[in-house]
Nanobody
Framework: QLQLVESGGGLVQPGGSLRLSCAASGSSLDIYTVGWFRQAPGQEREGVSCISSSGGSTDYADSVKGRFTVSRDNAKGIVYLQMNSLKPEDTAVYYC?????????WGQGTQVTVSS
């Protein structure tokens, strides 16, 4: 069974950058579409970005377009989310999700806090 572990979160000042990683174990990640989601306190979980299994197709929420970049290294079984020009409203727990048909797996999340 696929297991996902996010890392790379932390505290950063507005305008700063972070790179999140979503590392897979237990199964190969390269057959799954992977999405990044986030959930701020008191808010619903929202989609941030996704990347196809091959990495050839990506998509972004309007709120992060031009600032976030998703990529993957299938040889290493890792999906990345490069986050630049961070804003306080980007503060949330970030989750990765792997999906293939009826199979859906979530990571445990990593906290990102943008504050001066």
């Amino acid at each position: 069974q696929l297991q996902l572990v996010e890392s790379g979160g932390g505290l950063v000042q507005p305008g700063g950058s972070l790179r999140l990683s979503c590392a897979a174990s237990g199964s190969s990640l390269d057959i799954y579409t992977v999405g990044w989601f986030r959930q701020a306190p008191g808010q619903e979980r929202e989609g941030v970005s996704c990347i196809s299994s091959s990495g050839g197709s990506t998509d972004y929420a309007d709120s992060v377009k031009g600032r976030f970049t998703v990529s993957r290294d299938n040889a290493k079984g890792i999906v990345y989310l490069q986050m630049n020009s961070l804003k306080p409203e980007d503060t949330a727990v970030y989750y990765c999700r792997a999906e293939r048909g009826y199979e859906v797996y979530w990571g445990q999340g990593t906290q990102v806090t943008v504050s001066s």
